[in-house]
T-cell receptor
Framework: AQSVTQPDIHITVSEGASLELRCNYS??????LFWYVQSPGQGLQLLLKYFSGDTLVQGIKGFEAEFKRSQSSFNLRKPSVHWSDAAEYFC???????????FGTGTRLKVLA | DVKVTQSSRYLVKRTGEKVFLECVQD?????MFWYRQDPGLGLRLIYFSYDVKMKEKGDIPEGYSVSREKKERFSLILESASTNQTSMYLC??????????????FGQGTRLTVV
């Protein structure tokens, strides 16, 4: 069955530190992969997406993610975190042949001043 | 600018009431979705629609129904609200039918409390 795993429920980093949020997926074919961010009380906003081609993708707000097929991973990174990055982050996969997106359970990021 | 609008940010309803959550998109998108978001469970798909008057059950359709009479509007209906339906509800839309290589655009969410 298709699934998305975000192993870290909560992550706390200091402002200015680097960040990596983990995402692993289980999917038979080449997946369509997404990272979304949700600020408190808001809907989800797309950070970046991967469909094909270069495995390192750049997104908004200085985020990037790397697709590693051998590890079934699509980890999100940022070299220097800002206090405004505090939010919940969701990894998702688009299931080809269906209309479904499968979301991970989310990682809540806290940023210390 | 792309926009998905949910009619209410916060709702408080009584057990047994019929509840309507409305969602409108202005992007001429074919697909529309209703998700439920609960802590530790992520987003779970309730229903989706790929065309006017067409709908498909998602992963947790029990206790819910939907209506899509116009392309831009997708309504979620709780026939008889119960306390276990207290949650954040998110509407989303996507452009292409039959393909998931496209991003979803989300509304701001409706936080429903059933008392």
């Amino acid at each position: 069955a298709q699934s998305v795993t975000q192993p870290d429920i909560h992550i706390t980093v200091s402002e200015g530190a680097s960040l990596e949020l983990r995402c692993n997926y289980s999917y038979g074919a080449t997946p369509y992969l997404f990272w979304y961010v949700q600020s408190p009380g808001q809907g989800l906003q797309l950070l970046l997406k991967y469909f094909s081609g270069d495995t390192l993708v750049q997104g908004i707000k200085g985020f990037e993610a790397e697709f590693k097929r051998s590890q079934s991973s699509f980890n999100l990174r940022k070299p220097s975190v800002h206090w405004s990055d505090a939010a919940e982050y969701f990894c998702a996969v688009g299931a080809s042949g269906t209309y479904k997106y499968i979301f991970g359970t989310g990682t809540r990021l806290k940023v210390l001043a | 600018d792309v926009k998905v609008t949910q009619s209410s940010r916060y709702l408080v309803k009584r057990t047994g009431e019929k509840v309507f959550l409305e969602c409108v998109q202005d992007m001429d998108h074919e697909n529309m979705f209703w998700y439920r978001q609960d802590p530790g469970l992520g987003l779970r798909l309730i229903y989706f629609s790929y065309d006017v008057k067409m709908k498909e059950k998602g992963d947790i359709p029990e206790g819910y129904s939907v209506s899509r009479e116009k392309k831009e509007r997708f309504s979620l209906i709780l026939e008889s609200a119960s306390t276990n339906q207290t949650s954040m509800y998110l509407c989303a839309s996507t452009l292409a039918a039959g393909s998931m290589n496209t991003e979803a655009f989300f509304g701001q969410g409706t936080r429903l409390t059933v008392v």
